[in-house]
């Protein structure tokens, strides 16, 4: 049973797999095709947070593959009516995938554990791998080739960031974070990196200007995610010099594009003028969160071409 917890879980050429799959179904889908790969396979979602782009692009996904989708509210009681276990084995026998929202990363890695069908983490505190994937996948469509190109990430060292790096590292991309000390990734990040993509080149600094220098994308998020609403002013004045504006565009080449997972705080993380920009390419990243998901689906589900 194959599960997308982190993207650890994939290696390179099931990434490029699951891009050229999603490539596919794009280009059919642009064309008024919507290619029924899974019918009859049910998708369960299960969310502990808010989510608009994970949520909707995951259902319309599954509704153009010819599959069906049920949002699991409270009402099932996840981890609240039975243990993981129980849940876990249930879920398997009625339904195909599960994709997970949940606070805790372990929660996650839990329920795979148990679960009888696939598990996708639709982001937890440590990690947003769908995300991810849809990132690189729009930077492949904007620049080819992705190996050996930057990444700028100027912000938090948070769930998506983590999730870059391990992508970064797969596809042969260098990662710049520009952080201030105390949001860096931890030790235990930084050895598990190691392990799983032994030949990421990540730099980190303190300084956004040189971040941005080489770097064909600059990628930022909220400085305060959800579950950190009370830490949030502090946020606020520890990132203040982190801003994606226009001045800091400047010092970038170029063609360098902005890249951000939404939703955004405009004014905070980023200005309107950044966000707003021909630069930006936030909306085609959104929309191909769609795309790549269903490559996901049609790759894992085994129903890939
Ligand atoms: N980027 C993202 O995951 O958005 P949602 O929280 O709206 O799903
Ligand atoms: N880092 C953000 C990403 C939202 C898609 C959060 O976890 O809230």
């Given at each position: 049973m194959r599960h997308l917890i982190t993207l650890a879980d994939l290696t390179s050429a099931e990434i490029e797999r699951i891009f050229s799959i999603a490539e596919d179904l794009k280009s059919k889908f642009d064309r008024g095709l919507r290619e029924p790969?899974?019918?009859g396979r049910v998708m369960a979602l299960l969310f502990e947070k808010q989510s608009l782009r994970t949520r909707v692009s995951f259902e319309a996904g599954m509704a153009h593959l010819g599959g069906s989708s049920l949002f699991l509210g409270?009402?099932?009681?996840?981890?609240?009516?039975?243990?993981m276990r129980d849940f876990g084995r249930v879920l398997g026998e009625l339904v195909d995938v599960v994709v997970v929202r949940a606070k805790k990363h372990e929660v996650v890695v839990d329920l795979a554990e148990h679960c009888t069908c696939s598990v996708i983490n639709g982001l937890t505190d440590r990690a947003h791998p769908c995300q991810a994937l849809a990132d690189l996948f729009t930077l492949r469509e904007l620049?080819?080739?992705?190996?050996g190109r930057t990444l700028a990430w100027i912000g938090d060292g948070n769930n998506v960031a983590r999730s870059l790096a391990r992508g970064c590292g797969k596809v042969g991309m260098n990662m710049v974070m520009a952080t201030p000390k105390g949001y860096r990734f931890d030790d235990a990040t930084m050895t598990q990196l190691k392990r799983e993509v032994p030949g990421l080149q990540l730099t980190v600094t303190d300084d956004p200007v040189a971040a941005v220098g080489d770097a064909v994308a600059v990628y930022t998020d909220v400085?305060?995610?959800?579950?950190q609403e009370a830490e949030r002013e502090k946020r606020c004045r520890d990132f203040a010099r982190y801003q994606v504006n226009a001045e800091l565009m400047s010092?970038?080449?170029?063609g360098t594009v902005f890249l951000h997972c939404l939703p955004a705080r405009r004014g905070e993380e980023v200005t309107d003028e950044v966000i707003d920009s021909?630069?930006?390419v936030v909306i085609q990243e959104a929309g191909n969160r769609m795309h790549v998901q269903k490559g996901i689906l049609a790759w894992l589900l085994g129903a890939q071409k």
């Open positions: 790969l899974l019918p409270e009402d099932v009681g996840f981890g609240k009516r039975e243990n620049f080819g080739k992705l190996a400085w305060a995610s959800m579950g010092h970038a080449q170029k021909p630069q930006s």
